[in-house]
Structures are given as structure tokens and as C-alpha cells.
């Protein structure tokens, strides 16, 4: 075949089947498609920072990849693919893991964590690590969704300053957005993949607890962490999520995944599945939505029942008027924290929560912008995890998100999965349950209203499907039908953003 002369113009909205077939054939290779895509970085990301971190070795790695598919062929469906990594997630190589802090900046992982091993075993090229919001928004109660010390405030590239970028892993969402990787990881406890993913229009996956090892990840709580793919298509997340699967002995709950995980989800790319299948819709979560967004869940609704869903509406769940309360995080974090940080090397001057607080406040001007109260109020927990009002909320969460929650739904109405709205209450139920969760590009809100936070909802809105554990297969057979019946994904529009 004829080798692809402009590269930049080619891989625009490119999915990762297409650019492993281009690499296969000739047409191009790992390390063109690496030099575009951080020529992309270098026009685009001044603006958006996106990218926290650029690895100087990433063009090195890509040769090596391709002297290797020439010489034994390739390894996998992730052979030579550009990834982001969240600033959260350990590599050991030349980049650092920081979750956006200056007190870590300097922190080089002694091993990869399980996912950057799995990754690295595939072929993936990490092209850097993505921007976040500083300890993945549980550092301030006022703190902006995007923003760092190292890096600043990510931007939305669909309106950069004007668009909520969504948090925690904004910069995976917002770069993938933008064409500047071909997907990334992202973290999540609680929105933080489907949030992002949804404000940005692409793809997030956040799995079931368990399903992928948090190991080397530095954590907020061990009941609800999981990392997972954020992509520009269904397939794409799906190829990810395969490569990042598996047991390991350094994180417990993989254990609970032994039989369930698989290391390739793209048989459940079956648009066909949709004439089967139940979806639930939980009218108490949309009472409040602005008309725009209705619209948008409306439309959503019938372009499902278009193509062959049974439409159960609405559904009631037990937990709906619950009072939630965020006491597994706090008392989780110190914990969870603690062990991350007591091994690092003496070159790193913290090595528990309460350095981290006090290195803060002898570099206050830089580093406190928002102020610390989350990371104060955790730190006044005992770190022990024996507070009555620790086990209570554990008990809470666990009952009311799953027995008297997504899994009293699926059983008595007899359903598939749930349909909600980007990353409202729905993705916090699935959260406390440990339950996964995928979102896909659902529209554009025209005109919004100032939401909770203060963030305005004009913009991209996906819609997300929920499901109980373990049951990725199912609602990627469903994301992967709305995604091709509807195809509401568009780039957006980056050489205006220069301009601007």
C-alpha cells in the first residue's frame, strides 16, 4: 500500500484498529504516528494542559516496537499505540507520578504499577502522563475540576474556559478529545472517568472494583478505586480495557475478578444485542434537569426503543432518596495514602498525609490556591479504619447501591442495565457499589444552567449505561449499539482554539 504522506491530517478521529492495520500494512508506523501526535501536543496543549509531562523516550520506544513488529510480528491489538497515563498512575521510566502535586514532583515509581506493566506487555507507547485535578479532587472542597499545581487549570477543547472540563482525569478526557493521543487511562472513584469522558465527548469506561489492580496507583479509597479506559470510540475503549485486565497478588480485590475478567471485550462489539435488551430508566434522578438536557435524555431514549430496546419507564430504586455521606473516602484516603507514600526514596520530602499538609503550608503561595480542608479533615481521622462512623457509611454503601439499589432494579424490572445522564447521581451509585459504568457522546447541551459546583452545563453530555458487577460485556454490547445508531461524537475544532 502507499505510505501515508500527512500523517497529521490521517490519523484526525483515526481509531486504534485503523492505525494497527496502517502499521501492519506499511502505510505508516508506531513512531509516525508517536512524532504526530506530540507535534499535536506542541500546537495545541500550551492552552488546554492537557498533558502534564512529555516522555523524552517515547520515540525510542516506538522504533524498538517497530523493529519488532518487522522482526516477530505484533504483540497484540495495542502493539506500538500511543497512550496517555493519568498523573496518578506509577511507570517505572522516565516520567514522574506527582496526582499533580509539587511535593511530588520529583517522584520517579520504583516498579510500574500493574496497569503501566500490563500496558507495556501489549506494545502501548506512553506518550506522558495526562493533567488531573491535584489528589484527584480530594485535596479542597473549592478546588477547580482540572486544575494542578504542576500544570494549572486543564481546559475544555470543546470551549477552553468557557466548557466544564469535568474531573478528575480532565486531562485524559480532554486530550483524547482533542486528538492528541489515541486513548488514555484515567482513574476513577466517583465520576472522575465517566465525568471528564462525558463533558469532553468520548468514550469512558470505569470497571468493576476488582477488574482492574489499583496497585501503584496512588489511591483516595480502596472500596471504590478502579482505573479504566477513556477513548473516541466504544471499540477503542474496549481494546484497552482488555489490555489492562488481570490477577495480581499486590491488590486483593483482583481476586473477586477470577473468572470474570477477560483480556479482550471486542466479541461484545454487537450492535445487534440491542433488540434484546432491557434498559431501565430511574425518572427520580432526571426531576431536576434543564430542557436541553432532557431533550438530550429524551432522544436518547427513543433512539434506543428505535432500535429495538424494551424501554422499561420508569424504574424506582430503594436508595433514591438516601442521604449519602462521604466518610468512606475521608477515612479510606489517610490510610490509603499512608502506604503509598511511607516507602518512597529520601529524596521525596513526604511520607505520610500529614507532610503532605505541612509541605503545603511552607509552600503555601504555590500550593494553596484552594486551601487543604479535604486533606485536613482526613488527616483527623485515626488512619485506623475502626470509626464507628467509618463502618456505619461502608454499610450504607454497600446496601443501599447494590441490594436496595442497581441490583433491586435489574432484578425486579427484570433489566440489562440503566440509562442515565453523564455523570449524574447514577455513576455515584455505581461508585459505592463497585459497580462499572460506560458513557458514550449523547449531544451537545445548546444553552445550560449553573449546576451544583457552579459549573455550566451547556456543552457535550453523554449518556451513560449501569450494570452490575462484573457485567462490562453487556453494557458494551449496549454502549457499542447506542454509539453506532447515533454517532454523535465530533472532534472539536482545534485551530480556532489557536486563533482564540
Given at each position: 500500500?502507499?505510505?501515508?504522506?500527512k500523517?497529521?491530517?490521517?490519523?484526525?478521529?483515526?481509531?486504534i484498529?485503523?492505525?494497527?492495520?496502517?502499521?501492519?500494512?506499511?502505510?505508516?508506523?508506531?513512531?509516525?504516528?508517536?512524532?504526530?501526535?506530540?507535534?499535536?501536543?506542541?500546537r495545541?496543549?500550551?492552552?488546554l494542559?492537557?498533558?502534564?509531562?512529555?516522555?523524552?523516550?517515547?520515540?525510542?520506544?516506538?522504533?524498538?516496537l517497530?523493529e519488532?513488529?518487522?522482526e516477530?510480528?505484533?504483540r497484540?491489538?495495542?502493539?506500538g499505540?500511543?497512550?496517555l497515563?493519568?498523573d496518578?498512575?506509577?511507570t517505572?521510566?522516565?516520567?514522574?507520578?506527582?496526582?499533580?502535586?509539587?511535593?511530588l514532583?520529583?517522584?520517579?515509581?520504583?516498579?510500574d504499577?500493574?496497569?503501566?506493566a500490563?500496558?507495556?506487555?501489549?506494545?502501548?507507547?506512553?506518550?506522558?502522563?495526562?493533567?488531573?485535578?491535584?489528589?484527584?479532587?480530594?485535596?479542597?472542597?473549592e478546588m477547580?475540576a482540572?486544575?494542578?499545581t504542576?500544570?494549572g487549570?486543564?481546559?475544555?477543547?470543546?470551549?477552553p474556559?468557557?466548557?466544564?472540563?469535568?474531573?478528575?482525569?480532565?486531562?485524559?478526557?480532554?486530550?483524547?478529545a482533542?486528538?492528541?493521543?489515541?486513548?488514555?487511562?484515567?482513574t476513577?472513584?466517583?465520576g472522575?472517568?465517566?465525568g471528564?469522558a462525558?463533558q469532553?465527548?468520548?468514550?469512558g469506561i470505569k470497571p468493576t472494583?476488582g477488574?482492574?489492580?489499583?496497585?501503584g496507583?496512588?489511591p483516595?479509597?480502596?472500596?471504590?478505586?478502579?482505573?479504566?479506559?477513556?477513548?473516541?470510540t466504544?471499540t477503542?475503549a474496549?481494546?484497552?480495557?482488555?489490555?489492562?485486565?488481570?490477577?495480581d497478588?499486590?491488590?486483593?480485590?483482583?481476586q473477586?475478578?477470577?473468572?470474570?475478567?477477560?483480556?479482550?471485550?471486542t466479541?461484545f462489539?454487537?450492535a445487534?444485542?440491542?433488540?434484546?435488551?432491557?434498559?431501565?430508566?430511574?425518572?427520580?434522578y432526571f426531576?431536576?434537569?434543564?430542557?436541553?438536557?432532557?431533550g438530550?435524555?429524551?432522544?436518547?431514549?427513543?433512539a434506543l426503543?428505535?432500535?429495538?430496546?424494551?424501554?422499561?419507564?420508569?424504574v424506582?430504586?430503594p436508595c433514591?432518596?438516601?442521604?449519602?455521606?462521604w466518610?468512606?473516602?475521608?477515612y479510606?484516603?489517610?490510610?490509603?495514602v499512608?502506604?503509598?507514600?511511607a516507602?518512597?526514596p529520601?529524596?521525596?520530602?513526604?511520607?505520610?498525609?500529614?507532610?503532605?499538609i505541612?509541605?503545603?503550608?511552607?509552600?503555601?503561595?504555590?500550593?494553596?490556591k484552594?486551601g487543604?480542608?479535604?486533606?485536613?479533615?482526613?488527616?483527623?481521622?485515626?488512619g485506623?479504619?475502626?470509626?464507628?462512623?467509618?463502618?456505619?457509611?461502608?454499610?450504607?454503601?454497600?446496601?443501599?447501591?447494590?441490594?436496595k439499589?442497581?441490583?433491586?432494579?435489574?432484578?425486579?424490572y427484570?433489566l440489562?442495565a440503566?440509562?442515565?445522564?453523564?455523570?449524574d447521581e447514577?455513576?455515584?451509585?455505581?461508585?459505592?457499589?463497585?459497580?462499572?459504568?460506560?458513557?458514550?457522546?449523547?449531544?451537545?447541551a445548546q444553552?445550560?444552567?449553573?449546576?451544583?459546583?457552579?459549573?455550566?452545563?451547556?456543552?457535550?453530555?453523554?449518556?451513560?449505561f449501569?450494570g452490575?458487577?462484573c457485567s462490562?460485556p453487556?453494557?458494551?454490547k449496549?454502549?457499542?449499539?447506542?454509539?453506532?445508531a447515533?454517532?454523535h461524537?465530533?472532534?472539536?475544532?482545534?485551530?480556532?482554539?489557536v486563533?482564540?
Open positions: 500500500m502507499e505510505h501515508i504522506t500523517i497529521e491530517d490521517w490519523m484526525i478521529e483515526v481509531d484498529p485503523r492505525m494497527q492495520a496502517a502499521m501492519e500494512s506499511g502505510e505508516t508506523s508506531s513512531e509516525e504516528i508517536v512524532r504526530a501526535y506530540l507535534k499535536r501536543i506542541d495545541y496543549d500550551g492552552k494542559r492537557s498533558v502534564i509531562e512529555i516522555n523524552p523516550e517515547a520515540i525510542e520506544i516506538a522504533q524498538a517497530d519488532e513488529r518487522r516477530k510480528g505484533r497484540g491489538p495495542l502493539h499505540i500511543p497512550l497515563l493519568k496518578n498512575i506509577d517505572h521510566d522516565a516520567l514522574h507520578t506527582s496526582a499533580g502535586t509539587l511535593a514532583a520529583g517522584n520517579v515509581a520504583a516498579q504499577s500493574f496497569v503501566a500490563q500496558l507495556r506487555k501489549a506494545g502501548a507507547v506512553f506518550l506522558g502522563k495526562a493533567n488531573m485535578t491535584e489528589w484527584a479532587n480530594f485535596m479542597a472542597s477547580w482540572g486544575y494542578t504542576r500544570r487549570l486543564c481546559l475544555n477543547p470543546y470551549g474556559g468557557e466548557l466544564f472540563v469535568g474531573g478528575s482525569s480532565s486531562g485524559s478526557g480532554a486530550a483524547v482533542a486528538n492528541l493521543t489515541a486513548a488514555a487511562v484515567g476513577e472513584t466517583s472522575s472517568i465517566i471528564p462525558s469532553n465527548m468520548v468514550v472494583v477488574l482492574v489492580s489499583r496497585s496507583i496512588i483516595i479509597t480502596h472500596t471504590q478505586d478502579t482505573a479504566g479506559p477513556m477513548a473516541r466504544v477503542d474496549a481494546i484497552l480495557l482488555g489490555g489492562m485486565t488481570g490477577l497478588e499486590r491488590d486483593e480485590a483482583t473477586s475478578s477470577k473468572g470474570h475478567f477477560l483480556t479482550d471485550y466479541p462489539l454487537d445487534s444485542f440491542l433488540k434484546q435488551a432491557r434498559i431501565g430508566i430511574p425518572r427520580f426531576r431536576d434537569l434543564d430542557p436541553d438536557r432532557l438530550i435524555l429524551e432522544a436518547a431514549i427513543e426503543r428505535s432500535e429495538g430496546v424494551t424501554i422499561v419507564d420508569p424506582e430504586l433514591q432518596e438516601t442521604q449519602w455521606s466518610h468512606v473516602l475521608l479510606e484516603f489517610k490510610k490509603g499512608n502506604d503509598y507514600l516507602p518512597l529520601d529524596n521525596i520530602p513526604v511520607h505520610s498525609l500529614s507532610e503532605v505541612g509541605y503545603n503550608k511552607e509552600h503555601a503561595e504555590q500550593c494553596l484552594y487543604q480542608n479535604v486533606l485536613e479533615a482526613s488527616e483527623a481521622t485515626s485506623t479504619l475502626t470509626e464507628p462512623e467509618y463502618q456505619a457509611a461502608l454499610r450504607l454503601n454497600e446496601e443501599m447501591s447494590r441490594s439499589g442497581i441490583d433491586y432494579a435489574l432484578e425486579t427484570n440489562d440503566l440509562l442515565f445522564l453523564g455523570c447514577g455513576d455515584d451509585i455505581a461508585a459505592r457499589a463497585g459497580y462499572p459504568a460506560i458513557t458514550v457522546p449523547g449531544g451537545w444553552e445550560g444552567i449553573i449546576a451544583p459546583g457552579g459549573y455550566i452545563t451547556k456543552g457535550p453530555v453523554g449518556i451513560t449501569i452490575t458487577a462490562e453487556t453494557l458494551i449496549i454502549a457499542y449499539g447506542y454509539e453506532q447515533t454517532k461524537r465530533v472532534p472539536p475544532e482545534m485551530e480556532k482554539l486563533e482564540a
